[in-house]
């Protein structure tokens, strides 16, 4: 219960980059903005109806004390604690949905942050209320559980759960300490807690006048718009402008991160393990092969990031890349991609999905499930939240009408219906699918989209900007994540070691590697001083672990892509039962059954063959246009 409990938790955490301008806020009162924002009453009719409760549920949690003792009495005693304390899981979730995502609307208004809290209080009452659940079971036996399974049919939605903490029993403490454990269960989040309201409501963000005379903050908002601008001088002034800033914060970012890093080594040594990524990779039951796999083919790739590096540079006219020469796009296109012309491009693309995932997500996009547009206050960057069963997903964006905010919503809708399938078939106990499952429908989706982008492109400029876009997805998903795994590994190892972490030092690591990764000493990429402080930027690095698994997630998407491309209908087929499969099993192992083998360097190189293919495709288009 602990594991599952702390992977939707994560879920709900993560938030996913994307580029957003800072704009005025949007009048949540105006009318006319209503159809975008997310209606939460479906959840719970008012604030009073909110709390009303959350206070019946802290009372039936106090009722699962009663079932402790019985879960080795017979079948039916099992099943009957079983699905009283799941039930109630099921309602705790949806409380602190609703509480998580009210806040995110508006991180400035203390009330929504009381209530957040409240939330998170709520979840941790019942991990502590459940803490004893693992030992009694383990303590049972897998011989007696079987039994009670073939006793009791209706155990058959637990059956998964069950084997997984029988599996984890040599790593499950004694009763009375995961009781003790478990009244920490919130004060474990408060490093990510602090670093978040340090990072998007504490630090007073500079202004900067643009070469246009035109003032703009530089804040994430304005950070992630204006580093991707075409003038140079004005990127490179956002970038010294946000990381100047962001420096100032070092040595107490630094210790917030330290202060995660040390809980995390000390918690997996608790539990017996010889590492952090060994707990990790174990709640999923990962071989340590997916991991270094990925690591490993990625640094063997790195002539292949590095070639991309000088084709960039050449398309931008410059002898010498810099770090702020990353992001503009490779070729100026002014579309624009308002919402309803996002919505129609999307369903457009995953056509070759078929007539049923087109219906089903029309259907659902009519709905008010999103909240779509910036704000200030508003929580940056886009998510789906998925957890509240008995209703439907929930998504979070910041829509600019470009085509970042195109690819960003399809993402978030790989995530939606990889939630609306499950749900089709899989029951509460087992919709819930592992982070390493997750972020494959979400990276296929992209990958759709940008191939239906190429093909109907109506020129060649155009052409070339989406190419370009396919290029900077793989940099930043495929390389980027595989960068911040090496990177958060090697902090939690340096503890592990029994070295001192401080931000200077935390700074010194990620530069090492940061410029080996971009070329840094063979004049590839020149990364200054200043923009090694990127790792405050991250809230990823406060989630143990999770970044890798976005690399590993597009190496799974792609290669899933590749066999709906090659295969037609049985490889569409195959894509959605890989949905339906919800967290029905290992994710290795469900993987494996769609045909794709993560441990092994092959889906990795096929990243690397599609990342080379599309860089001929446009060195070919950029030849033919010289020769013109």
């Given at each position: 219960?602990k ?6 938790l ?40 909110w ?13 699962i ?24 899981y ?6 602190y ?5 009210e ?9 929504a ?27 049972v ?6 039994s ?42 408060a ?17 900067i ?37 962001w ?87 002014d ?20 007539q049923?995932?087109v ?21 940056s ?50 919709a819930?699918y592992?982070?390493f ?39 930043g ?20 070691r ?15 590697i940061?410029?080996?990764y ?10 200054d ?26 190496t ?11 295969e ?51 060195e ?9």
């Amino acid at each position: 219960m602990k594991t599952r409990a702390r992977n939707i938790l994560l879920s709900i955490l993560s938030l996913l980059a994307a580029s957003i301008i800072n704009i005025a806020p949007v009048n949540a009162q105006d009318d006319a903005f209503e159809p975008y924002e997310w209606d939460l009453t479906e959840l719970y009719p008012s604030l009073e109806a909110w709390e009303a409760e959350r206070q019946r549920i802290l009372q039936q949690i106090d009722n699962i004390e009663a079932f402790r003792g019985t879960l080795g009495n017979d079948a039916d005693s099992l099943y009957a604690a079983l699905r009283f304390v799941s039930d109630i899981y099921r309602e705790v979730l949806r409380v602190y949905s609703y509480a998580s995502m009210e806040q995110d609307e508006d991180l400035r208004v203390t009330n929504a942050q009381e209530r957040n809290q409240l939330g998170e209080g709520l979840f941790a009452s019942f991990i502590q209320a459940t803490a004893w659940m693992d030992p009694e079971l383990i303590a049972v036996g897998e011989e007696r559980i079987n039994s009670f399974l073939e006793d009791n049919e209706e155990l058959a939605d637990f059956s998964f759960s069950l084997e997984d903490t029988i599996r984890q029993g040599e790593h499950t403490l004694s009763d009375e300490t995961e009781q003790a454990l478990s009244y920490f269960s919130q004060s474990f989040d408060a490093p990510s807690n602090i670093y978040s309201l340090i990072a998007n409501s504490d630090i007073p963000f500079p202004t900067i006048t643009l070469s246009t005379g035109d003032e703009a903050m530089i804040n994430a908002q304005g950070y992630s718009f204006w580093r991707g601008s075409e003038n140079r001088d004005d990127r490179k002034l956002a970038f010294d402008a946000y990381w100047s800033k962001w420096a100032e914060y070092n040595s107490s970012v630094g210790m917030v991160l330290n202060s995660h890093v040390q809980m995390q080594v000390a918690l997996a040594k608790a539990r017996k393990f010889d590492s952090v990524l060994q707990r990790e990779l174990f709640n999923d039951n990962l071989p340590e092969t997916v991991y270094h796999s990925l690591v490993e083919e990625v640094n063997k790739a790195l002539p292949t990031l590095h070639r991309y590096f000088k084709l960039r540079g050449r398309m931008l006219g410059l002898e010498q890349m810099h770090y702020y020469d990353i992001y503009p796009p490779l070729v100026s296109m002014d579309k624009v991609f308002d919402i309803e012309t996002t919505k129609e491009i999307t369903l457009d693309a995953m056509a070759i999905l078929g007539q049923d995932w087109v219906d089903m997500q029309r259907a659902a996009i009519a709905e008010r499930w999103m909240h779509v547009y910036p704000g200030q206050g508003k929580r940056s960057g886009a998510y789906m939240n998925g957890s509240a069963y008995d209703v439907h997903p929930y998504l979070l964006l910041n829509h600019n009408d470009d085509y970042d905010s195109l690819s960003t919503f399809a993402h978030e809708w790989g995530h939606a219906m990889h939630t609306l399938y499950a749900k089709q078939v899989q029951p509460f106990e087992t919709a819930d699918y592992s982070t390493f499952i997750a972020e494959i429908p979400s990276t296929s989706l992209e990958l759709i989209l940008e191939q239906y982008m190429v093909e109907n492109a109506q020129s060649v400029d155009e052409k070339l900007f989406y190419l370009g876009q396919g290029l900077e997805s793989l940099r930043g998903t495929f390389f980027r994540q595989t960068m911040f795994a090496e990177f958060e590994l090697a902090l939690y190892e340096a503890v592990e070691r029994g070295e001192a972490l401080s931000g200077a030092r935390i700074t010194e690591i990620y530069g090492d590697i940061v410029r080996r990764y971009h070329g840094h000493d063979e004049g590839v990429v020149i990364i200054d001083d200043l923009y090694t402080n990127e790792w405050m930027f991250v809230p990823h690095f406060y989630y143990n672990m999770y970044v890798f698994q976005y690399a590993t997630s597009l190496t799974a998407g792609t290669a899933l892509y590749a066999k709906i491309v090659e295969e037609g209908q049985s490889g569409v087929d195959n894509y959605k039962t890989l949905l339906r499969s919800g967290g029905s099993d290992y994710p290795y192992e469900l993987l494996k059954a769609a045909g794709v083998d993560m441990a092994t360097p092959e889906p990795y190189r096929a990243v690397v063959d599609r990342m080379n293919a599309i860089m001929d495709e446009m060195e070919a288009l950029l030849d033919a246009q010289a020769g013109n």
